[in-house]
């Protein structure tokens, strides 16, 4: 009894090692360079899983180790992943060859989260097609104008707001992520669904847009550690069955989104939000059913409050450090509306083009997402200019490490300085493609792009026409991000003075 029960562990131990030698032996058997630090079973992801660093800092090893090489591969846990460094080889998979990669690597349970699994960024295929071609049209520049309306009302709460709390002190002291949710979570409640928002209230209201997203999105947490792992462990997701949309979110939205259709299609006159474009839709003859009109509404949500507050605070944080800088946007922002007889308008923030190089910049040196990865759905063959050569076999990740090309070298000068001219009118024509992507490249560009922008521009210029930006000495330099967050946020946040101009 005891011989066969070892010669049967024998047996396992044998199998085991097996598998492990074969599974960690995938990238020397398809010659491509396997980065350094694999471990059985975990693979490259075990600084990642105990949070000993972020994401960004593990892909940012692995490019640099791989200076001379085209793509490097590496183990997520036991899967072998690609990072692609050859800036003409995230072309085709961003791009010429999209139809093989046309998957994003990031999966949603469409039973676990409905709403979600309707985001372009999450879903493929005809749905995918006929969800895109509706936000493109809500964003169009037409209803941008529209939506404008509501944004600018947005612009004077925030003002109100911060006016407030310099009434009894010469400086208002403010984490920059905090200050911005709060106008990014009322943008997407006015211009989005119509409603009150009562992210500027004095007292927090229980249903505050800003306060409810953090329950999806705040790092450093339990359920934000699950979150990450969920989304860069596929089969931890499936297991585990890993909502990332609250439950209690999940249902205000059905039912904010219920009332407000119901409560629209008995009134006559329409409103300028996000919500009736949508019901515009079905003027058209197209048939829009409320599930769907909800996970747009949802997107909008989503995808209008988490990314452009982030980014806000990172061009905050660069304005405070440049104070140069920040004086030559307030310069602009000024002269511009002077332009339109001191109005903020549509027309005055398309003219501020210096803004939007700083904008450009900062998202070069802090892009929200750290990577992209992609799934290949059809075999495709990837050459490298080094002559590295990869069949890419349906299943297999790709991952293309958006902040260590925004920060190589080879493509920019003094990758590390701050420098907004880089954009100018000139200059960025000899940007090499393909190496600043922050909202991503070919038809899964951002479709919400231009409402970001639109939103983080008013921001920017309500904020520098009325107040100094100064850094607080609570910021805590330099800047490290949060291991537990799948996004970017800097440890301790980034703090400011406001001070009346």
């Known amino acids: 009894m005891a011989s066969a029960f070892l010669t049967l562990l024998a047996g396992a131990i044998v199998l085991l090692c097996f598998y492990l030698y ?145 009434r009894s002190s010469d400086k208002y002291e403010v984490e920059l992520k905090y200050l911005f949710s709060k106008f990014t979570g009322e943008v997407v409640a006015n211009a989005g669904l119509g409603i009150e928002g009562y992210c500027f209230e004095n007292k927090v209201h229980p249903n505050t847009f800003d306060q409810m997203a953090q329950t999806m999105f705040k790092p450093n947490t339990f359920s934000s550690w699950l979150t990450t792992l969920g989304l860069f462990f596929p089969d931890i997701h499936r297991i585990l069955k890993i909502n990332f949309t609250p439950k209690k979110l999940d249902r205000y939205f059905r039912q904010i989104v219920a009332e407000n259709l119901k409560l629209r299609r008995t009134e006559s006159t329409p409103r300028n939000d996000f919500l009736q474009l949508m019901i515009d839709l079905e003027k058209t003859g197209e048939e829009v059913d409320q599930d769907t009109i909800t996970a747009h509404a949802f997107s909008f949500y989503i995808d209008g409050y988490e990314t452009s507050s982030i980014t806000l605070s990172f061009i905050g944080y660069h304005l405070a450090v440049h104070t140069d800088i920040q004086e030559k946007v307030r310069e602009e922002v000024n002269a511009k509306i002077a332009k339109y007889d001191g109005v903020l308008t549509f027309e005055a923030l398309k003219e501020m083009t210096y803004m939007e190089q700083v904008i450009s910049e900062s998202q070069r040196d802090f892009p929200v997402l750290d990577f992209l990865s992609k799934v290949c759905t059809n075999e495709c063959e990837l050459q490298g200019s080094d002559g590295l050569t990869f069949r890419a076999k349906p299943g297999q990740e790709i991952h293309i490490p958006l902040h260590a090309l925004h920060h190589d070298e080879k493509y920019w000068t003094k990758p590390h300085v701050f420098d907004p001219e880089r954009f100018n009118d000139e200059r960025k024509q000899t940007v090499e493609k393909m190496t600043f992507l922050p909202f991503g490249e070919g038809p899964r560009i951002c479709v919400g792009m231009r409402m970001a922008m639109l939103q983080m521009k008013a921001a920017l210029a309500t904020v520098l026409r009325n107040y100094k930006i100064e850094l607080s000495p609570k910021t805590k330099l330099p800047l490290k991000m949060l291991p537990s967050y799948f996004l970017i946020a800097p440890v301790g946040g980034i703090w400011v003075n406001l001070k009346k101009l």
Not at 50 to 62: A, H, T, V, Y
Not at 77 to 89: M, T
Not at 105 to 112: A, C, D, E, L, V
């Open 22 to 166: 074969r599974t960690y032996t995938f990238w020397k058997r398809h010659g491509i360079p396997t980065a350094k630090g694999c471990l059985p079973l975990v693979g490259h992801m075990l600084p990642i899983i105990f949070l000993r660093k972020p994401i960004r800092n593990l892909i940012q090893e692995m490019y640099d180790e791989h200076k001379d090489q085209s793509m490097v591969g590496f183990y997520k846990a036991v899967r072998p992943a690609l990072l692609i460094r050859d800036p003409a080889l995230v072309k085709v998979v961003l791009q010429t060859k999209f139809s093989n990669f046309h998957e994003n690597g990031m999966k949603i349970n469409r039973s676990i989260d409905p709403l979600l699994a309707k985001n372009p960024f999450f879903n493929y295929g005809e749905e995918w097609t006929t969800g895109r071609k509706r936000l493109t049209y809500a964003f169009s520049n037409m209803r941008l104008k529209v939506l404008f309306v509501a944004v600018t009302g947005v612009c004077k709460k925030m003002e109100d707001f911060v006016n407030r709390r310099l």
